[in-house]
């Protein structure tokens, strides 16, 4: 048990339903990171916090791709108009020093 | 972008034999070179390096780094069909990214 979860583990959607991810990280991290990983691939990163603020968000993020993380606590991810190629399990991880993940929610799209 | 490129992508080996897998990188702003291990689930911490020539180890692993030459190795003696695994290399640039490698598939034969 790494000490970060994730809400839900598994998620399956219609395409173009909108879902929410929740992440709650290591309480002493004030880093937290979200990943999209497909299968043979490693993670692949989306977005970055430092505390609340959004300091880095990739280029692979449409405008669909939301994240907040509001008191920089826990953090969620919203994909609107969800598509199947959004299928992926989705990671979260926290840091201070070294990076620890959470089990992931995998999220299908039909 | 900063890019990890892993070596084997895939590796075949029998119990009791020693593997090697190869991590090499581009830097900029530099901080750290992590190694995970994957199995079914999310990638679980298994070593970081920040200094050159400095071997980490733990139980039959180890691993060590180049800051020179930008790779990372990482040993595996003595393998355990427990090992099959993902083997993922990850360059920490000052905290604001993880970037992944592709990682390395161990597959340990009894």
């Known amino acids: 048990d790494t000490g970060v979860s994730q809400d839900p583990r598994h998620k399956i959607t219609k395409r173009g339903q909108n879902v929410t991810f929740r992440c709650d990280p290591i309480?002493?991290?004030?880093?937290l990171y979200w990943y999209r990983q497909t299968l043979g691939q490693g993670p692949e990163f989306l977005t970055y916090?430092?505390?609340?603020?959004?300091?880095?968000k990739s280029r692979l993020l449409s405008d669909r791709f939301s994240a907040e993380r509001p008191k920089g606590s826990f953090s969620t991810l919203e994909i609107q108009r969800t598509e199947q190629g959004d299928s992926a399990m989705y990671l979260c991880?926290?840091?201070?020093?070294?990076?620890?993940f959470g089990p992931g929610t995998r999220l299908t799209v039909l | 972008e900063d890019k990890v490129v892993q070596s084997p992508l895939s590796l075949v080996v029998h119990e009791g034999d020693t593997v090697t897998l190869n991590c090499s990188y581009e830097?900029?702003?530099?901080?750290?070179l992590l190694w995970y291990k994957q199995e079914k689930k999310a990638p679980t911490f298994l070593f970081m390096l920040?200094?050159?020539?400095i071997e980490k180890k733990s139980g039959r692993l180890s691993s060590i780094l180049d800051k020179k030459e930008l790779f990372s190795i990482l040993n595996i003696t003595a393998t355990q069909t427990g090992d099959s695994a993902v083997y993922l290399c990850?360059?920490?640039?000052?905290?604001?990214?993880?970037?992944f490698g592709p990682g390395t598939r161990l597959s340990v034969l009894p």
């Open positions: 991880a926290s840091s201070k020093n070294e990076q620890f």
């Open positions: 309480s002493e991290h004030n880093r």
């Open positions: 916090f430092q505390n609340e603020a959004q300091l880095e």
């Open positions: 830097v900029t702003n530099f901080r750290s």
């Open positions: 920040t200094s050159s020539g």
């Open positions: 990850a360059e920490d640039n000052y905290g604001q990214n993880f970037v």
